[in-house]
């Protein structure tokens, strides 16, 4: 009764999580031309954006620490603490005529605090399956990469028929719109926090002890940070790639489309691959596409090969984030679920994004377009080797009593649905 009473949690969770990547459009997705357009440079780019993955690595850790220690704050506060800062750094950035110097610091630290709210949101989601609501994770995911599509196609036409500084009432519409969602959802802070810990777990260790003692986890941190590293150098200045080939704002608008649209399938296909292979198994095919894709980006030679190297996007980040959402809840203990989810895009999305933009925008100024998306190829490729070779017996005695949970559960949705 407790899953068909609460089936409307599904659909609140969809629409946070769509919301809150409409905003993350609306700040990290046009960041190039938000910053340009602000009168930075390619290398001052690539530091502030850099910039705030690096400071990302020490304060998600951080946010997922208050989260889980404070009684008062919950996941759901902190979310909503977290909106409220960013919405008060976007207005500032907007409305208050700052010099590159004040826009690279205010940027910086609102992107900082963008970087700790996918983990919490993760976390959010997996608290509700854990204890038992009707939700589909890799589902929700998917609405919010398929709403991120349609914002980036939207926006870019917008941009391009106005300035880039509307980005910032953009930005504060989505925001306020996204504080209405996050609010309506259940807080499950207190429940969370009566959960029985497991015996077997020796949950007085320290999130570097679990991670060094999991060789596992720790080669999909390595391989997934330098995989991402391409990525992130790719995605930030797709701006430059669309416009060497003759393209436009609205046309990057378009690339961006593709890429987050491609996203949408693979998340909504996630659970039947769930059953038929396991996370680590998923991971190493979206570490192949990792490869593929600024390969696909660097041979481009007109916009619609672009396009195609955009729509790589679903098989690897799209697969990348419910796999490694579901391998980590199934690895770490429950007490130490956030932190883990903090932990791991610490490594995965924030060390990888400030090496990305650092070295990408490094790389263009001084070598040229070519040489980054040649290097992102090779970084790619390294990352694809780490995680191609890990051996599946390592993975099954954390991760197939969860799979098999996993099963059972969208077994007996089906049933009940019918």
């Known amino acids: 009764m407790r899953r068909l009473n609460n089936i409307p949690t599904k659909h609140q969770y969809s629409a946070v999580q769509a919301l809150y990547w409409m905003t993350s ?16 440079s390619n290398t001052l780019i690539g530091i502030v954006v850099g910039g705030a993955a690096c400071l990302s690595m020490a304060v998600q850790p951080l946010v997922a620490q208050i989260t889980e220690t404070v009684p008062f704050l919950t996941v759901k506060k902190m979310i909503q603490l977290l909106i409220l800062c960013m919405t008060g750094l976007y207005a500032a950035l907007t409305f208050l005529p700052l010099p590159i ?11 900082t605090l963008n970087y700790c709210m996918p983990p919490l949101l993760s976390a959010m989601g997996m608290e509700f399956i854990n204890r038992g609501y009707y939700l589909d994770f890799g589902l929700s995911r998917g609405i919010g990469s398929i ?10 036409f917008i941009i391009e028929k106005f300035f880039p500084g509307v980005l910032g009432y953009i930005y504060i519409l989505f925001a306020a719109l996204l504080m209405l969602a996050v609010s309506v959802m259940k807080d499950l802070g207190n429940e969370r926090r009566t959960v029985r810990k497991d015996p077997r777990l020796d949950t007085e260790e320290g999130m570097l002890q679990i991670v060094m003692k999991n060789p596992v986890l720790l080669s999909l941190m390595i391989g997934f940070c330098l995989t991402n590293m391409s990525n992130a150098a790719a995605c930030t200045y797709m701006v430059n790639i669309v416009k060497n080939l003759g393209g436009t704002d609205s046309l990057l608008g378009i690339a961006n489309f593709v890429s987050a649209a491609s996203e949408m399938p693979v998340m909504l296909l996630f659970a039947w691959m769930l059953r038929k292979r396991n996370c680590i ?47 980590v809840n199934s690895t770490i203990a429950p007490e130490k679920r956030v932190k883990g989810q903090a932990v791991f895009s610490m ?24 040489i980054m998306l040649a290097i992102c190829v090779v970084m790619a490729f390294a990352g694809m080797l780490v995680v191609a070779f890990l051996k599946e017996e390592n993975t099954k005695r954390h991760e197939l009593p969860f799979r098999v949970k996993m099963w059972r559960y969208f077994q007996r949705r089906k049933k009940r649905m019918a």
Do not use: E, H
């Open 147 to 156: 709403a991120y599509a349609f914002c980036a196609a939207a926006v870019g």
């Open 25 to 40: 459009c609306a700040m990290g997705g046009y960041a190039a031309v938000f910053l340009q357009y602000k009168g930075l």
């Open 101 to 111: 110097v004040g826009v690279m610091a205010v940027y910086m630290a609102m992107n």
């Open 347 to 370: 490594i995965t999305s924030g060390a990888a994004t400030c090496g990305g933009n650092l070295l990408g925008g490094w790389l263009q100024d001084t070598f040229g377009l070519k």
């Open 281 to 327: 198994q998923l991971l190493k095919i979206s570490a192949l596409f990792y490869v593929i894709k600024p390969i696909v980006l660097m041979t481009a030679v007109n916009l619609p090969m672009a396009f195609l190297g955009c729509a790589m996007q679903g098989m690897c980040f799209g697969l990348f984030t419910p796999a490694a959402v579901y391998y």
